[in-house]
């Protein structure tokens, strides 16, 4: 069985720049989420899918971030303009139905 | 609010037994989860344990679970050189927003 693919691996970008990142959950898992981890910390969750709809983005920066999961199954995040401080790990999850999750390798943000 | 504290750092030789532990705050926690994460790679789940049980083996790993204490601890057996990594401790209640602790950066001296 395939696990959670994301791209990019990584990416470099400057400060008001924009940038997405994108997400292929494991087949047939109806819940998404998007991680943050910055450097030495655990993952905070930004936004958590069921189907395609929004469960919860209580953490989501909403004013520079937002995400989508049109037809439930793949995920696109994206942070325009990007800040500094938004240089972090990206990390997407998936699972079953709310329990187990299962996470992708991440994107490696880097903003200067 | 919900918080899950880890001890930063272990340093352990190889052979010997690790024992990394976890504290939580919400007593309405349903599962428990040991996670370990390698360098560059994503968050790989390595056990779980449900809030109404007390222990769970599995091959070298034993999670042991106090819920009066809210104390999660997980024991690695003849720790080897590629346990080296960063074991998170996380908590969800009824699979709703999981929380993570800080990870503990495990040390295996060879």
């Known amino acids: 069985e395939a696990g959670v693919a994301q791209s990019p691996r990584y990416k470099i970008i400057e400060k008001r720049q924009s940038v997405a990142f994108w997400c292929n959950p494991i087949?047939?898992?109806?819940?998404l989420y998007w991680y943050q981890q910055i450097l030495g910390q655990g993952p905070k969750l930004l936004i958590q899918?069921?189907?395609?709809?929004?469960?919860?983005d209580s953490q989501l920066p909403k004013d520079r971030f937002s995400a989508e999961r049109l037809k439930g199954v793949d995920s696109t995040l994206k942070i325009q303009p990007a800040k500094l401080e938004d240089s972090a790990v990206y990390l997407c999850?998936?699972?079953?139905?709310?329990?187990?999750?299962?996470f992708g390798p991440g994107t490696r943000l880097t903003v200067l | 609010g919900e918080d899950v504290e880890q001890s930063l750092f272990l340093s352990v030789r190889e052979g010997d037994s690790s024992v990394i532990n976890c504290t939580y705050t919400?007593?309405?926690?349903?599962?428990l989860y040991w996670y370990k994460q390698e360098p560059g790679a994503g968050l790989q789940l390595l056990t779980y344990?449900?809030?109404?049980?007390d222990m769970k083996q599995d091959q070298r790993l034993t999670v042991l679970l106090n819920k009066k204490d809210k104390h999660l601890s997980l024991r690695i057996a003849d720790t080897q050189t590629g346990d080296s990594a960063i074991y998170f401790c996380?908590?969800?209640?009824?699979?709703?927003?999981?929380?993570f602790g800080a990870g503990t950066r495990l040390f295996v001296k060879a």
């Open positions: 899918f069921q189907n395609n709809g929004v469960v919860d």
């Open positions: 996380a908590e969800s209640n009824r699979g709703f927003k999981t929380i």
């Open positions: 344990i449900f809030s109404n049980m």
């Open positions: 087949s047939g898992h109806a819940t």
């Open positions: 919400d007593s309405s926690s349903t599962y």
């Open positions: 999850a998936s699972s079953l139905a709310g329990d187990t999750q299962y």
